[in-house]
Each structure stands twice: as C-alpha cells, then as structure tokens.
C-alpha cells in the first residue's frame, strides 16, 4: 500500500530524458519531420496529407487486428518464466485511447556499430592492459598480507586490530570477527598461508567462544561470522564444485560451526512475538532480547536471508530458511512510501516506527537483500518468491522518484533522504553507506550477465535501463566523493549543493576538483573507516558493462588507502579526516577492509571468470554463495545430503 506524498514531485523528479514518455502527437509530428518522409515532401503540401493520411490508414488496421498489447516486461518474462499472461485487447476503442496516450516505450537496442566497435561493450583489454592490472591485483594482494600480518601480530583472535596502538579489541562480541571476515578473501586470493592459519584458529577456537559469549548483535554476527564460514565452506569446496583452498580444515568443519552458531541466533526470531526477530542474542545460553530503545532496524532484520537460506540449502534443515523468509513475508504486508519504509520496526508490533526514509544506515541492505534474495531463490518453480522482485522494483521506483536529485552547478546525481518520511522535507544528505546502490542496481538490471549479452538476448526492461543508468550516474558521484577531498578518500557523509540547501567553506579540500563546489562535509562527517560500498559497486559496474573507467576509479582510491591510511607496524587505520593533510588516523582497522574492500578491489582488477555474478551472490560483508537450481528447494537437495 503505497501512499504519495503531499509536496510537488516535480522538483525532485530525475530528469531522464532518454526515456521520457512522449505523447502520440509528438511521435506522429517527430517521425514526419525527422524522416526521408521529411526531406521528399517538406515543401508539398499534398505530400504531408498523403504522408499523414497514410499514419491514419495503417493505425485503423492495426486498431482492426486483436494482438498482444505490447509490454516493456517481455524481455524480463522471458528470463523469469513467472510473468502473467499479457492480456489480449479486443475493443477497439480502448485500444485507439491507449495509442492516443502514449507511444509505446521501447527498450534500445545495441546498434550496429556500438557492437563491432565500441570498446565498452566488447569488453577485451590489450595484452598490455591485461598485464598492468594484474600487477595492480598483485599490489592490492600485498596490501591483504600487511592488513593480515599487523592482526596476527598484535591483535589474533580478537575481533579488531587497533593497529596504532598494536593491540586487539573485541567490538563485535568477541567472536575473532576479523578471522572469519578475511578467511574467503584469503583464498580467492590463493594466500595459503593465511587459509591455513585462519582455518586452524577457526578450528582449534571458535566453537569453544561462541558456547561462552555474551551478547552478539545478530546482524553483523551472521553478516560477517556465519556469512564468513558458509562461504569458507563453499570455497573450500564444501559442495564439491570448486575448491579455492588447499590446505585448512575440511569444509564439515565450516559447516559444523556454522550450523551451532545459527542454532543460537535463532533464538532472536523464535523468542519474538512478530516474525521480526530481536536485536541481540546471548549465544551461551541461546537466549534473545531486543535493544534497549526496544527496536530493531529494518536493515538488520532483513539482512539474515542469503545466510540462513543457503544454510538451510547445505544442511538440509529448512528452520533456517523458513524462520528468515517470514521477515520478508510479513515486510510484503506493510504500508510503504513509494516501495520505500522507515529505518526502523517494532519486534512487538510488528510495525515500522517513526517515518524517517534513507537508503544509508539501518534502511540500506533491506533494498540490497530484496533483489539478492530474489536471484538466489527465483529458480524455485512454484514462483513464491516473486513478491520481493516486485517489491524491489517498487522501491527502486520509489528511489527515482523521490530521492535522486541533482547538484549544482555540475549536476551530479545523489539519493537524498526522507527525514520526516512521507510528511517530511527532502534531505540532500547521503551516507557513503548508499554507494552500495549503484552495484545493486545494476545487478537487478541484468541479473548479473553484462550488460552487452543482456542486450542481445532483449532482457532489458525500460525500467532496467533506467536503474543502470541511475547506477551508473550515481557511481560517479561516490567516486567523486573520494576526489573531491584532499586525501582521496570519502567522508562519513557527503551533503550537496541544491537550490534548497548550501553551506560554504565546507569543501573537501582538493581545489583542483571540478565538484569542490557541489559536495559539502560537514566537520563531524570528516571520517573514513575504510568502507568497501564505493569499490563494491565499481566492482559490480565493471562486470556488468566492462568499462574500464570503474577499475581505473577503483586503482585511484586504493593508491589513496595505500598513502594514508597505511600502518607500517603492520594493518591499515581508520581516519578521523579526509579533507585535512596529514589526516589524522583514527586507530581501528574494520574487519570489512579485509572482507569486503581488499577483496573486492582484487576481484575489480582480476579475472572476470572469477565467481561471476550470474551464478553468485555476494551477500552485505561481500561473502559469496553459489546461486544453485537444486539446492534452494525446501530443506536441500539429497544430494546436497548425501555430503554432509
Ligand atoms: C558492512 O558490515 C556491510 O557491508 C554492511 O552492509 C554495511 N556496513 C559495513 C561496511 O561499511
């Protein structure tokens, strides 16, 4: 149910203007006075009433002929084989109404030459080229070896290193988070030595910690933890398909741990009163309960899906799936804004809590996970879960609509945010957390094939097109976040320069940056934690449309992480401003430089075989899972059993 809001639209409409609607009118004068038609008869009169009295001939024989009503949602039918039946229009009248409405919007096709000679799209680098960025992958490896060599040193088995200090800190329940976190980043990038002394520490420690804590959070717990182990598990070659590591434990081990853990945290959505699962849970004893404000956020509890659904696939235990897949179910009967919800919902009620709107913290990975969701369970026959690709479509709808604006002078694009909810004012305030959405979006659009075969193959939706083009706009931006700013890297937050809103001498400091004057960081978001949204989406862009503008982006901010946030007792520091040289460092390395950043800059630069995104899903900490047909069905395949 969703309920417009009150303001105009039209000021934070995005201006699209390829695919604008134009009316039967304009189409009917355009083709006149733009085709050969045009050159012959422009100046005969008797030529433009034949020319025009021919259009009319041929529209009452197609208004005569019952046909399917043409779909911009054909190409998508086709690779989802879930679609309705496309109506057939008999009445002539309504048929000649809707051709009065508007022309029919039709997805692009590649032309000719855009096949044979555009660089974009026929995605093959020169040997030289192939050469520099494996060496560009080999210095981002390195970088994963000094990140892991400061955290063995000085910080091995707890949660984080504080690498300026030289010691450990468990901020994440005490659970070695950054072990499991960088253990799949480590073999995808062949660093035996790492697997094995990660592995071993998994083994020898894990089960033992996770049967004495306290209180864990329940979403990075399974983001990072359980997520962290199921992909160990797979990659280890777990369900026998690929094997990225030699050496460590067996892959039961993985499994076996990851199963007790889930154990505990289901506790979180069976003590609920609502299928919104509590905030916390004390693993020792297997109890819940929720946050001391009572809530928990929409983020958090719709980000357990990949997780507990591929757990379910592996062990063939379908409580896991079947506890996480009723969030998602009871989502699909609350009332939106556009497709877009609150930040944050009541584990009593049930219902969302206050009306604040953003795709930053605590609202973000609800968006990521509706499509992720959807591409790992859509080839379940019975089409059950088409809702959340719907529900997906909807918000991305909702996000075009209401929160994408452009800056001045530059018009760089951004997504803004509801503060007061459908009631409130717009906001051109935007968390580095929302450059998660340009890769999102751009997976949605083609499902994870490029761009190019998706276009051949017509799976493009005019929807589809619009969400790339949005994806690829707003990559821009995030990248220009990073080089607005005298260190190359982003701030916290980023607010812009619109007709409404604009504070001077807030700057990121590189003058030399065309967009000094369009993105404005307020003093308290001056920090960088060393957050992997930006080259995750330059990871996904360049996949998916081959251009090599993302890997050079993506080469520019990790030489930025490299010159300042570098430690050289070993690991890589947060930082408390990226506007100011030397920047003041911070003393934290977050577990997902290792898990998330480094892995997806070595992935960004490598191979593109290299888990495709058509037949993996990376869930919000950058874990892969397999995206099987078999294994997803209720409680997993026999022969995903037979296995274990
Ligand atoms: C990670 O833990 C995940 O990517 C999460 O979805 C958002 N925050 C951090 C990284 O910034």
Redesign the pocket.
């Known amino acids: 149910m969703s309920k417009s809001l009150p303001y105009s639209v039209k000021d934070v409409h995005y201006d699209n203007a390829k695919f604008r609607h134009r009316s039967f009118f304009k189409v009917i004068t355009q083709t006149l006075f733009t085709s050969d038609m045009k050159r012959e008869c422009v100046s005969c009169s008797t030529g433009k009433f034949l020319g025009l009295f021919m259009i009319f001939g041929l529209a009452c024989l197609m208004l005569t002929h019952a046909s399917k009503t043409p779909s911009v949602t054909d190409g998508l039918s086709k690779g989802l084989g879930t679609n309705e039946e496309q109506k057939v229009v008999t009445d002539v009248g309504l048929r000649f109404k809707k051709l009065l409405r508007r022309a029919p919007r039709l997805p692009p096709r590649l032309s000719g030459n855009e096949k044979v000679s555009s660089g974009i799209f026929t995605g093959k680098p020169n040997e030289h080229d192939e050469e520099k960025w494996k060496a560009r992958q080999r210095n981002v490896k390195e970088a994963f070896t000094h990140a892991w060599s400061g955290y063995k040193k000085f910080a091995m088995g707890y949660d984080e290193l504080l690498p300026l200090s030289m010691q450990g800190f468990d901020g994440l329940g005490g659970l070695g988070a950054t072990v499991v976190d960088s253990l799949d980043t480590a073999m995808i990038m062949g660093l035996e030595e790492v697997v094995s002394e990660a592995g071993s520490w998994i083994e020898s420690n894990l089960l033992e910690r996770i049967s004495q804590k306290g209180d864990v959070n329940l979403f990075e717990t399974t983001?990072r933890v359980l997520g962290g182990l199921l992909s160990a598990y797979h990659l280890s070659g777990g369900d026998q398909d690929m094997n990225l590591a030699n050496t460590g434990p067996k892959p039961t081990i993985y499994l076996e741990i990851a199963k007790n853990l889930a154990d505990r945290l289901l506790s979180a959505f069976t003590s609920s009163p609502t299928p919104i699962p509590y905030s916390d849970v004390l693993l020792k004893n297997s109890s819940a309960h929720p946050a001391s404000n009572l809530l928990s956020s929409t983020s958090e509890v719709s980000?357990l899906q990949l997780e507990f659904n591929y757990l379910s696939a592996i062990s063939g235990d379908p409580k896991y799936k079947t506890e996480a897949m009723k969030v998602f179910a009871h989502f699909k009967t609350l009332p939106k804004v556009e497709g877009l919800v609150p930040i944050y919902i009541s584990p009593h009620s049930g219902e969302f809590i206050g009306q604040e709107i953003r795709l930053g913290s605590r609202g973000?990975?609800y968006y990521e996970y509706l499509i992720k969701v959807w591409l790992q369970l859509r080839s379940i026959q019975d089409g059950n879960f088409t809702y959340l690709y719907d529900m997906y479509e909807e918000a991305m709808r909702g996000v075009r609509h209401l929160l994408v604006q452009k800056t001045i002078p530059n018009e760089l694009v951004f997504v803004g945010e509801l503060p007061g909810g459908s009631k409130g004012s717009f906001s051109p305030k935007m968390d580095h957390?929302v450059c998660f959405l340009p890769g999102t979006l751009a997976l949605g659009a083609t499902k994870g094939i490029t761009k190019e075969k998706a276009m051949k193959d017509n799976l493009l939706t005019i929807e589809d097109f619009e969400n790339l083009k949005l994806a690829e706009d707003l990559a821009k931006t995030c990248f220009e976040m990073y080089s607005v700013t005298s260190t190359g890297l982003a701030p916290e937050i980023a607010y812009f320069h619109t007709k409404d809103f604009y504070e001077d001498g807030l700057g990121g400091g590189n003058q030399s940056s065309e967009y000094v004057n369009d993105i404005i960081i307020k003093f308290n978001d001056r920090h960088n934690l060393l957050?992997?949204?930006t080259v995750e989406s330059l990871f996904v862009l360049y996949r998916i449309t081959q251009d090599p503008k993302y890997r050079e982006w993506g080469w520019q901010i990790f030489q930025s992480f490299e010159k300042y946030t570098k430690v050289d007792s070993g690991g890589y520091t947060s930082l408390n401003d990226v506007t100011t040289l030397p920047p003041q460092r911070r003393d934290k390395m977050e577990t997902?430089f290792l898990g998330?950043t480094l892995k997806y800059l070595y992935l960004l630069f490598g191979d593109s075989s290299v888990i495709p995104l058509d037949k993996f899903v990376f869930n919000?900490?950058a874990h892969p899972f397999p995206i099987k047909d078999a294994i997803y069905l209720e409680g997993g395949s026999n022969m995903m059993k037979g296995t274990m």
């Open positions: 983001i980000t973000d990975s957390l957050r992997p949204e997902f998330e919000t900490e």
